[in-house]
């Protein structure tokens, strides 16, 4: 071990997100060269024996180590409250805002989410070279770029001025995807990233794509962009009448589709495990089947669709999409005046009735 090159990635999960997570380690190993030393480091907080065993099922190979790694006492100084949550983002997204102060003695590291999966070797993201002085190694996120393209948009308007004044960020399309950062610890030492963290949650209040706005408000100018690749978002494949993307980056898009390398992050509302008729849900399932978790993925996801209609099963599917468009709405209704306030309260009224509909469903179908 102690001739190998260490390369440490980090995730964050809880005991619900465990499964999803053990299927991108497994990615993860799927890839691993004999030459590195493979160090996988899980912040959490009470997830229990039998989930962490199984997770560590998966090490037994001599070149990796999985840690659990407890943030309990990190969040007893803080209040849950002062970061913003809601829909799918629970507390645990801002778990990264720990890292430096727990992995003091690396000088870089990678941070990953659980919903990722990974078809290379994760060292070639590692060695990529950061700039001293950038603190985050990047990849830009093609969805906002996608938006911001999106010329027929009624809140486009809006959403360029909340990137740019609210967050800050003078060049929207550099706004980056912080689902994979490679995080420049000999640089981020120099700051305290928690009450950064804190001041700009304070801010910006009900920052539009949560903990990735805060990172982006606090690190615009200071991070080193990497290859796409490295964070290749599916949903875009969703409908192709509403890819908006330059040529020379859907051209890049679909070739890296086509050599299937870098990591795919499955990044919205709907994930391959209950969507498995997704672009791209395919390649997570090839390693699902892999992970010990997949008896219990199939269980735990066939067992919310029974005793119910084919409609509400797919009213069901939709409930993270609308609680993001009831997020959306309110955000757009309190900055809009006239005849545009009136037309998002009125689009806000449709999804809270939609997700009152699923409140009723799920109180009966069990």
Known sequence: MNNKNKIPVVFASDDNYLPYLAVTIKSLIEHISSENF??????????SEYNKKNIQSLSKIDNVKIEFINVADYLN????????????????????????????????????????IILEDIANLYNITISKNKALGVIRDIGIINILNNKSRVDLYKFENYLKKDLNLSNPVDYFQAGVLVMNLKE???????????????????????????????????????PMKWNLLPYLLYNDDNMYLPDDIKNKYFEIIEKKEGIIHYATYEKPWRCPDLPLAQIWWEYARLSPFYEEIIYRNAKEWSNITYEEKNLLKKEDYFKFKCLKYKFLYFLSFGKKRVYYKEKLKLYEYNLKRIVKIKARKI
Do not use: A, H, M, W
């Open 38 to 47: 493979y160090e996988i480091f899980i912040l959490e907080n009470k997830i």
């Open 77 to 116: 100084n803080l209040k849950s409250e002062t970061f913003f949550t809601s829909g799918y983002i629970n507390i645990s997204s801002y778990f990264r805002c720990f890292i430096i102060d727990i992995f003091k003695d690396y000088d870089k590291i990678i941070y990953l989410d659980s919903d990722i």
């Open 188 to 226: 981020l030492c120099k700051i305290n990233l928690i009450s950064l963290c804190f001041k700009k949650t304070k801010e910006i209040k009900t920052p539009f794509y949560y903990d990735q706005c805060i990172l982006n408000s606090i690190f615009y100018n200071q991070v080193e962009f990497l």
